[in-house]
Structures are given as C-alpha cells and as structure tokens.
C-alpha cells in the first residue's frame, strides 16, 4: 500500500497544473481547446502520431493525473463522445488502414461527430436478436429498419452501426459493423424525449439507405465481435466514483447552506445519517477504484472486483440524488423555471437520468448474471427449447 | 501509487488461512461452541506458532512489528473460518494500549508475554464505543477500581484486562486480582468469549505514561477496522457457501443456482460486499499512514461493513433455503459472528453519529 504518486508522477501532475493555469481562458473554444490540449497530449493520449494522436506509452497513473487535475480546477478535459471512446479504439484494433488514416483524427480533433447505431425496439438486452437488414446489391449493402437509443443522431455526421448481413446464421454470426453518413439519403432521426423532459435520445429509421460494402469493420458477420471489443470500452466508463465523490461534496454543502424551520438540513439527525451512509459507499467506491486502476498498471486481472462497478456506481449516483431531493422536501419537487427551484433542477433530473444509466448500457439484471456466471462461476439460464420460445396462452 | 496488498502481505494472509483451514474446521468450531470454551487451545496454538499475536507488537518486544493493514488481514482471515480464538483484543487493542500509555517497565512487562501467546489480555472499553447501559461505568480512585464494565472483549481465559475509567484513564487489572468478580456474558456467537467485571476495591495499575485519552480513541479506531476485517471474511465466506449450495442443490429438474432469481441474489452480495474490502484496508492503512483519517475512516468501515454483513448473512442464509435455517450445515455461525461484530464497539447508527462528530456535521 503506497498511495504517493511518486517524484516522476509529482512532476508530471505539475506539468499538467501550469499547462492549465497557462490555457484556462481557452477552454470555452471547444474545438481549439481540443487541439490545444491534443497537441500537449491531455487528449488523445495514446493514439498513435501517424492517426494524429499524441503517441504516449499507455500509463493508467498519467491518466488519471491528468482527469484528476482538470477536475479540481473545473476546466473540461478533451471532447469524450462515443467516437472517440468507442469508435476509434475499434478501428485502431480491427480497422482497415484506410479506415484509420481517413476517420480517427478527424474524430479526434471534434470535426466528425458519430452516433453509435446498436440497440432496436425489439433488441435491447439481447441485442444479439438485432433485425435492420443489410441486403447485398452490386457494389452496396442496402438498409431497412430501425434503430433506437441513439443519442445525438440528430447532431451527428456519420454512425458506426451493427446490421443483420447474414440472415440465415445463427444470431452471433450474422451481423456486420458498417460505419456510414448520416446524410445519406433515406435516413430519417426522430427525437425521443425522456422522463426528464428532454429528448436525451432519438429513433433513427433506415428506408432504402445504400451504404459501399467497403465501409464494412472488420468483415461480414464479424459484427457481433466488433461490438464485443467497443462495449467493453463503453461499460468502463459507466460508475465512476469520481463523479459520486463530487456529488456528495455538492449534497455536503447543500445540506449545511439550506435550513427548514431555521434549522440547516444537516441538524437533522435523519438525513444526517443518511449522509453518512452514503459518504461510507462513496469512500469505498473510490478505494475500490484506486484497487482496479493498481490491478491495470500492473496487467493484473482483478475479477470480479472489475465487474460490479457499473451495478454498484450507477445506483450509488441515484442514491445521492434521492437523498438531495429528500432533504430538499417540497423544494425538491421544483422542475423547470419554477420560482424558488435549486440548482436549476439539477437532483430532479439526475434522479430521472441515472434510471436510464441504470438500465441503459447493460441492465442492472444483465450486470447480475454477469457477476454472477462470470465472477461466481453460475451456471446460465437454461435456453428455452424452440417450441416454447413463444409461449402461448391457452384458451380458458 | 500502489493500492493493493503487497507480496509478503498476500503470503502472510494465505499461510493463516491454510492454518486455519486446517485447525478450524466447521466441526472443531462446533466442539469449542458446545463446550462453551473460553478459546480453542490448540487453534490459538497453531496461530501462536505463526507469530500471529504479536502482529503489532514491536519487533523488541518479541512482536512482529507489523502494522494494522496486516493485523486486519489476519482478523479476516479468523472471521472466515469463524475461529473460536482471542484477538482483537489481546492482540490488537492490548498492545496498542501498551504502546500508547504504558510505561517502559510496564511494556517490558507484558508486550513479549501477549506476543509469545503466554498471557491473554482482555479489553474493557465497551463504554467508551457504544454507551454505557446498565448503569456500567468504572471509577478510579486511590489505585482502586469501582464499579462495572460489560462486553469485555477476549474475556475467557484473560490474564489481564486492560480497563477504561469514566474520565477515559486506563488500567491494567489481573484476572485474579481481589475484589473482581467476572461473569460470561452468553451471546448469539459461541465463537468468541465476551464477558462482564464488576470491581470492588479492585487493586489495578494505571497506565500514566502517554495520553490515556489518545489512546483509547487509538483502540477503539483499530477495534473497529478489527471487527469490520472479521465481517469482510465471515461475508465472503457465507456468499461461496450460498454459491457452492446453489451449484448443486435441484429443484424443478435445475440446479437452483441457474434460476436468475437465486444468482442475482449472489451477485448482489458480492457486489455489495467487494468494495467493502478497498475501504477496510484504507482505514486500516490510514491508522498508521494518515492520523488525520483515521478515526473517520475506522467508523465508516465499521459501520458499512456492518451493514452489508448483516445483509449478505440473512440473503446467504435465505439461498440456502430450509437447510440455511437448521443447524446441520453450521451456517448460522457465521451469520452470529457477523451479528457479534455489528454490535460491538458501537452499532452503527452510533459510529455513524462519531463520523459526524469527527467532521463537525454534529455536537459529541
């Protein structure tokens, strides 16, 4: 147990603090920002130089310097959307050549937005059950169906997207990645507004959409595979306990600034105690990921430790929100413009959004029977034989 | 930046587990629990072998100088194998009462003894972490101790007891000493002796030489990350019980442990009890590394880890089904063990309401 970062790192994290005492008034530039903090390897970290990255050996303790520093000066870091997090890390390990030197930089830079094409009304948890059709026809693929969940279609210039090529294999093996505009003809984006009120989300719909055969990733029916090697880059991403480390920091403060009946909310030995409850989870969730970021720079495996972090760190965000709408009480219901509302609603609609990250990005019950065959060893559900896959009701 | 267990860590850790996998067998714990025994001799034997109660007594001292991140290994360790034998007390809080407020003659005295495993120290500061109840309370006057101290830690069999007064001095008394009346206190657990003294001019000798104060808060931090370890090892015990049952027990023509209802019960366990484990450590690490988080972080792992045993060790039990409930499997000992430990040294709702007083959210 050693939990200085060392001399090395010491200077590296003092490095990263003049660099944004030096830049901070830039940040609001996004797309300069971008390249400012690409060129000084805050971004891009460990792309390859030739796809326009900076090049730097991967090194998780950098890393985290890196989100750590900008973090507690609250400038943004680099552009994070699915392009960069899922995208190019799939073309790096299964593109083309071609693919590389034609998408990454300029997703990298900002100036190619993409949206990610998997989920289908029909096809969420089991998304291996996917049906928009891709139909071979001459030099093209041509595209029917529908896809939902897609969030930023409407802002995004090309989507990576899985469709069904091969329809007579089975599930797994019948899937393409085809990467394509969003300005081809025969796409059409439908906002899908949320419980919170916002269109988080949209339905995409296919009609006709002639896509080349070579922006294919990675080869016909290798869809599913592709997919695999991204969602792991996706999950990560989901929990961080950093996050819930600023938000009990926020409840903290709120709670010592807002009184009922002239008394501060954190007099209240109810919702005090409630506090501390969480501030224990907080604490052990960070810990925890201080062990899996150890486990990483060392190349260890850290097992089951490494799977429950979505489960646990998403319900951990709700948690901390529910908390902040109770001590809040009748206050805590304001929404909107509404005279009196805190924190421009900001609880209401982190309550309601965490539902979503709850459920979206694997299930918390997909997140279970992956802990528990994965990370216990437990045996699948039995499949349900072909007969019975569509239970019918008998008559009375 | 390292946060993980180190190579001889990880050694040390594995070598009292495969001891105790041997020598604390679910049939010895049943032995030692009908007999009502005040430790199992030949467990704390083979531990004493190991240089396990001189973990943190100093290498001088006949110790092996370790630190409370390796002492909270080891009651992880006794709290999987639910093993019937003194340690939280004589091996963790007596020396650190020693070290903290005794005198030189007096460390002299009595830290080789406990570390060599020849003399037992028991622990009487119950009121001090949770309340006083029934009018409990020692008093101090003279060189004599009046009054009553209940749930004593490591009481059968103690040698010595180390006793903490109203105004937060500390004693050393001799389990023989004149005027001291012991009484077992029976508990749910049997895997631990816990007991009660009542003093009547009872002669004892002060321990003057540091801040007696300090050094109670010091025990009781590391009683704490003590009882939360043994939780972390008695849970995870409990869930590969559930795990393994679950695997093989059929119903409906299906292994149990295939139905999603039973292994999301598991996977919530583990995923409740796993990041328990990161913030043991840190509040064990924290004791000796970083004094200003030290208590904050005792009482944190004290009461998380209190409240995810208390669940895994009825949902562990609940996989088990019917058999969960019966004596036959021995299950039941470690979910006492885990409700021992969640009592002791402050329930959670009071350790909590220490968390708050140590951050200034609450008046003491």
Same mark, same amino acid.
């Given at each position: 147990?050693?939990?200085?970062?060392?001399?090395?790192?010491?200077?590296?994290?003092?490095?990263?603090?003049?660099?944004?005492?030096?830049?901070?008034?830039?940040?609001?530039?996004?797309?300069?920002?971008?390249?400012?903090?690409?060129?000084?390897?805050?971004?891009?970290?460990?792309?390859?130089?030739?796809?326009?990255?900076?090049?730097?050996?991967?090194?998780?303790?950098?890393?985290?310097?890196?989100?750590?520093?900008?973090?507690?000066?609250?400038?943004?870091?680099?552009?994070?959307?699915?392009?960069?997090?899922?995208?190019?890390?799939?073309?790096?390990?299964?593109?083309?050549?071609?693919?590389?030197?034609?998408?990454?930089?300029?997703?990298?830079?900002?100036?190619?937005?993409?949206?990610?094409?998997?989920?289908?009304?029909?096809?969420?948890?089991?998304?291996?059950?996917?049906?928009?059709?891709?139909?071979?026809?001459?030099?093209?693929?041509?595209?029917?169906?529908?896809?939902?969940?897609?969030?930023?279609?409407?802002?995004?210039?090309?989507?990576?997207?899985?469709?069904?090529?091969?329809?007579?294999?089975?599930?797994?093996?019948?899937?393409?990645?085809?990467?394509?505009?969003?300005?081809?003809?025969?796409?059409?984006?439908?906002?899908?507004?949320?419980?919170?009120?916002?269109?988080?989300?949209?339905?995409?719909?296919?009609?006709?959409?002639?896509?080349?055969?070579?922006?294919?990733?990675?080869?016909?029916?290798?869809?599913?595979?592709?997919?695999?090697?991204?969602?792991?880059?996706?999950?990560?991403?989901?929990?961080?306990?950093?996050?819930?480390?600023?938000?009990?920091?926020?409840?903290?403060?709120?709670?010592?600034?807002?009184?009922?009946?002239?008394?501060?909310?954190?007099?209240?030995?109810?919702?005090?105690?409630?506090?501390?409850?969480?501030?224990?989870?907080?604490?052990?969730?960070?810990?925890?990921?201080?062990?899996?970021?150890?486990?990483?720079?060392?190349?260890?495996?850290?097992?089951?430790?490494?799977?429950?972090?979505?489960?646990?760190?998403?319900?951990?965000?709700?948690?901390?929100?529910?908390?902040?709408?109770?001590?809040?009480?009748?206050?805590?219901?304001?929404?909107?413009?509404?005279?009196?509302?805190?924190?421009?609603?900001?609880?209401?609609?982190?309550?309601?959004?965490?539902?979503?990250?709850?459920?979206?990005?694997?299930?918390?019950?997909?997140?279970?029977?992956?802990?528990?065959?994965?990370?216990?060893?437990?045996?699948?559900?039995?499949?349900?034989?072909?007969?019975?896959?569509?239970?019918?009701?008998?008559?009375? | 930046?390292?946060?993980?267990?180190?190579?001889?860590?990880?050694?040390?850790?594995?070598?009292?587990?495969?001891?105790?996998?041997?020598?604390?067998?679910?049939?010895?714990?049943?032995?030692?629990?009908?007999?009502?025994?005040?430790?199992?001799?030949?467990?704390?034997?083979?531990?004493?072998?190991?240089?396990?109660?001189?973990?943190?007594?100093?290498?001088?001292?006949?110790?092996?100088?370790?630190?409370?991140?390796?002492?909270?290994?080891?009651?992880?360790?006794? +709290?999987?194998?639910? *093993?019937?034998?003194?340690?939280?007390?004589? $091996?963790?809080?007596?020396? /650190? @009462?020693?070290?903290?407020? !005794?005198?030189?003659?007096?460390?002299?005295?009595?830290?080789?003894?406990?570390?060599?495993?020849?003399?037992?120290?028991?622990?009487?500061?119950?009121?001090?972490?949770?309340?006083?109840?029934?009018?409990?309370?020692?008093?101090?006057?003279?060189?004599?101790?009046?009054?009553?101290?209940?749930?004593?830690?490591?009481?059968?069999?103690?040698?010595?007891?180390?006793?903490?007064?109203?105004?937060?001095?500390?004693?050393?008394?001799?389990?023989?000493?004149?005027?001291?009346?012991?009484?077992?206190?029976?508990?749910?657990?049997?895997?631990?002796?816990?007991?009660?003294?009542?003093?009547?001019?009872?002669?004892?000798?002060?321990?003057?030489? +540091?801040?007696?104060? *300090?050094?109670?808060?010091?025990?009781?931090? $590391?009683?704490?990350?003590? /009882? @939360?370890?043994?939780?972390? !090892?008695?849970?995870?015990?409990?869930?590969?019980?559930?795990?393994?049952?679950?695997?093989?027990?059929?119903?409906?023509?299906?292994?149990?442990?295939?139905?999603?209802?039973?292994?999301?019960?598991?996977?919530?366990?583990?995923?409740?009890?796993?990041?328990?484990?990161?913030?043991?450590?840190?509040?064990?690490?924290?004791?000796?590394?970083?004094?200003?988080?030290?208590?904050?972080?005792?009482?944190?792992?004290?009461?998380?880890?209190?409240?995810?045993?208390?669940?895994?060790?009825?949902?562990?039990?609940?996989?088990?089904?019917?058999?969960?409930?019966?004596?036959?499997?021995?299950?039941?000992?470690?979910?006492?063990?885990?409700?021992?430990?969640?009592?002791?040294?402050?329930?959670?709702?009071?350790?909590?309401?220490?968390?708050?007083? /140590?951050?200034?959210?609450?008046?003491?």
């Amino acid at each position: 147990m050693d939990l200085a970062y060392g001399p090395e790192y010491e200077a590296f994290r003092q490095e990263v603090r003049d660099f944004i005492a030096k830049h901070r008034d830039k940040a609001s530039r996004r797309n300069e920002w971008q390249r400012l903090l690409m060129a000084h390897g805050y971004a891009a970290r460990t792309i390859p130089k030739e796809y326009g990255g900076y090049g730097a050996e991967p090194d998780i303790l950098k890393s985290r310097i890196i989100a750590e520093e900008f973090a507690s000066a609250r400038v943004p870091m680099g552009i994070a959307n699915q392009g960069i997090s899922m995208l190019v890390p799939t073309l790096l390990e299964l593109g083309t050549e071609e693919q590389k030197r034609k998408w990454i930089e300029p997703t990298l830079k900002g100036e190619i937005v993409w949206c990610q094409g998997y989920s289908e009304p029909g096809s969420g948890s089991d998304l291996a059950s996917l049906q928009t059709k891709a139909v071979e026809d001459g030099d093209d693929f041509v595209i029917n169906g529908q896809k939902i969940w897609t969030s930023t279609a409407q802002a995004a210039d090309m989507i990576f997207c899985l469709v069904r090529t091969e329809p007579d294999k089975p599930k797994h093996e019948g899937i393409s990645y085809l990467i394509f505009s969003m300005k081809t003809p025969g796409i059409e984006v439908r906002p899908l507004v949320t419980m919170t009120g916002l269109a988080e989300f949209n339905e995409v719909f296919f009609t006709d959409v002639r896509v080349p055969k070579k922006d294919i990733v990675a080869g016909r029916g290798q869809g599913w595979y592709v997919a695999n090697a991204t969602l792991k880059h996706e999950r990560g991403m989901l929990g961080d306990p950093n996050q819930a480390g600023s938000r009990l920091k926020e409840i903290v403060a709120l709670m010592q600034e807002e009184t009922v009946d002239g008394e501060r909310l954190i007099d209240n030995p109810l919702y005090r105690d409630r506090l501390l409850q969480l501030q224990a989870r907080v604490h052990a969730m960070q810990f925890h990921g201080l062990r899996l970021l150890t486990a990483s720079a060392k190349k260890e495996d850290p097992g089951i430790a490494r799977l429950i972090v979505k489960l646990q760190g998403c319900e951990l965000n709700h948690q901390l929100a529910a908390l902040a709408i109770d001590a809040l009480g009748e206050i805590g219901v304001l929404y909107g413009q509404s005279p009196h509302l805190r924190a421009w609603g900001t609880w209401q609609h982190r309550y309601m959004f965490d539902l979503g990250l709850i459920i979206g990005g694997g299930t918390a019950q997909i997140q279970k029977n992956i802990i528990s065959e994965r990370g216990l060893g437990m045996p699948r559900e039995p499949k349900l034989a072909k007969d019975n896959a569509e239970p019918k009701l008998e008559k009375a | 930046m390292e946060f993980g267990l180190s190579e001889d860590q990880r050694l040390m850790q594995d070598s009292v587990d495969r001891t105790l996998e041997k020598v604390s067998s679910l049939e010895r714990v049943r032995k030692s629990a009908a007999a009502h025994e005040a430790y199992a001799a030949d467990i704390r034997a083979a531990l004493v072998d190991l240089g396990v109660p001189g973990i943190v007594v100093p290498e001088d001292e006949g110790g092996m100088g370790l630190k409370l991140l390796d002492a909270a290994l080891i009651a992880e360790a006794l +709290g999987r194998h639910v *093993a019937p034998v003194p340690f939280i007390g004589t $091996a963790v809080m007596a020396p /650190l @009462a020693l070290m903290g407020a !005794g005198s030189p003659a007096q460390q002299r005295a009595f830290l080789p003894k406990l570390a060599g495993g020849e003399a037992v120290a028991g622990i009487a500061i119950s009121e001090r972490g949770a309340g006083a109840r029934e009018g409990a309370g020692v008093t101090a006057s003279n060189g004599k101790l009046n009054g009553k101290a209940l749930f004593v830690l490591d009481f059968g069999g103690a040698d010595v007891f180390v006793v903490g007064d109203r105004t937060g001095g500390l004693h050393l008394v001799w389990g023989d000493a004149a005027g001291l009346k012991k009484t077992q206190l029976t508990t749910i657990d049997l895997t631990r002796s816990i007991g009660e003294l009542d003093f009547h001019n009872v002669e004892a000798e002060p321990l003057v030489s +540091g801040d007696a104060q *300090a050094t109670t808060r010091r025990m009781l931090d $590391a009683g704490r990350v003590m /009882l @939360a370890a043994d939780t972390l !090892g008695a849970g995870w015990r409990m869930i590969e019980k559930a795990v393994d049952y679950a695997k093989e027990r059929k119903q409906f023509g299906r292994v149990i442990g295939s139905f999603q209802a039973v292994k999301h019960m598991c996977a919530e366990m583990a995923a409740e009890l796993e990041p328990g484990r990161s913030l043991v450590w840190y509040a064990a690490h924290a004791f000796d590394e970083i004094p200003a988080e030290s208590s904050l972080m005792a009482a944190h792992a004290k009461a998380h880890l209190s409240e995810v045993g208390r669940f895994v060790a009825r949902t562990a039990t609940e996989v088990h089904g019917g058999m969960g409930f019966t004596d036959l499997l021995g299950l039941h000992y470690w979910f006492k063990r885990i409700g021992l430990n969640r009592q002791l040294l402050g329930s959670p709702e009071r350790v909590r309401h220490d968390a708050a007083v /140590l951050q200034g959210w609450a008046a003491d």
